[in-house]
C-alpha cells in the first residue's frame, strides 16, 4: 500500500516550500517542512555553543538531541508551528547564520534517524504534503506522488536575495550563489540520505514557471489519482 504522501524534494531555494505550502491549502493537506526541523537542531546546537562545521560532530549532537524539546504547538494565531523548548523560533530558522551550520548538521546520522522517526509518525490516514530533500528517497520511499523541484543556480540565487533576512546585510548574488551551491555539494554528497530524485519521481525545473503553474501541475495529478 502507498502512503498517501506527497514528497517533494529538491536543491536549496528551489521554491519547494512555496509550492508545498500552496499545494496543501489547495488539496487540504497537512504540509511538514523537514528542512525548518533540521534548521531548529542546528538553532538548538548554537544556543549551546555550537559555532563552527568541525563542531558538528555526532557525539555533540547526540547530547543534545537528549536534552531538547522539538515539537508542533498552537501559535498565537492558533496555527501549528514549530515548537524548540517551549519558545516558537519562527524567523531565526531561517537566518544566515542557521544556514552555514544545517548542511553540517545535516549529514550526521544521529541527527537523521531522530527527525526520521518523527516525520514518519506524522503520516496516516490524513493526506500529508512533506518538503526536503529526502523525503521520496529514505522518509517515505513508498509515497504515493513523489516530485523533485529544480531551478538554474542563477534563479535560485536570484529567489534567495529576494526572501528578505535570509542573507547577509549587503550580500551579492554571487555570494548567495556560492553558499547555495555549498549547501547542495554537501547535501548530495554526504554519506546517508544524499539529496537525489528518487528514480520514481517527477523532475520539474521551475525556472521560467511560475509559482501558479507548478502549483497546478501537482494539485492536478493528485486530483485526478485521489
Ligand atoms: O529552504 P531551503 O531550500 O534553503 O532549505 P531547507 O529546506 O530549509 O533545508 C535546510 C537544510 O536542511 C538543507 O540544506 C539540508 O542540509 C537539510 N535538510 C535535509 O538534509 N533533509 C531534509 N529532508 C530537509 C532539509
Known sequence: MKQPV??????????????AALVAQALGALNVNTGAMFRA????????GITTAA??????????????TL????????KLELQLDGDFPGAKLRSPEVAALVSPVATLGCV??????????LAGTHLLVMEGRDIG????????????????????????????GETFTGATLEQV??????????????????????????????TGMTIEDVVEQITRQVRHEI
Request: overall charge neutral; proline content about 5%.
Open 71 to 78: 515539537t508542533y504547538a498552537t501559535n498565537a494565531d492558533g
Open 55 to 68: 563542531m558538528c560532530t555526532e557525539e555533540r549532537f547526540r547530547d543534545i538531541l537528549d536534552h531538547i
Open 112 to 121: 537523521r534517524d531522530y527527525l526520521k522517526q518523527w516525520q514518519r509518525s
Open 41 to 48: 537542531v542546528t538553532l538548538a546546537g548554537m544556543q549551546r
Open 177 to 206: 550563489a556560492a553558499e547555495i551551491a555549498e549547501r547542495d555539494r554537501i547535501d548530495s554528497t554526504r554519506a546517508i540520505a544524499p539529496l537525489k530524485p528518487a528514480p520514481d519521481a517527477v523532475l520539474i525545473d521551475t
Open 6 to 19: 506527497i514528497a517533494i524534494d529538491g536543491p536549496a531555494a528551489s521554491g519547494k516550500s512555496t509550492v
Open 137 to 164: 528517497t529514505a522518509v517515505f520511499p513508498d509515497a504515493r506522488w513523489k516530485y523533485f523541484i529544480t531551478a538554474s543556480p542563477e534563479e535560485r540565487a536570484r529567489r534567495r536575495l529576494n526572501q528578505s
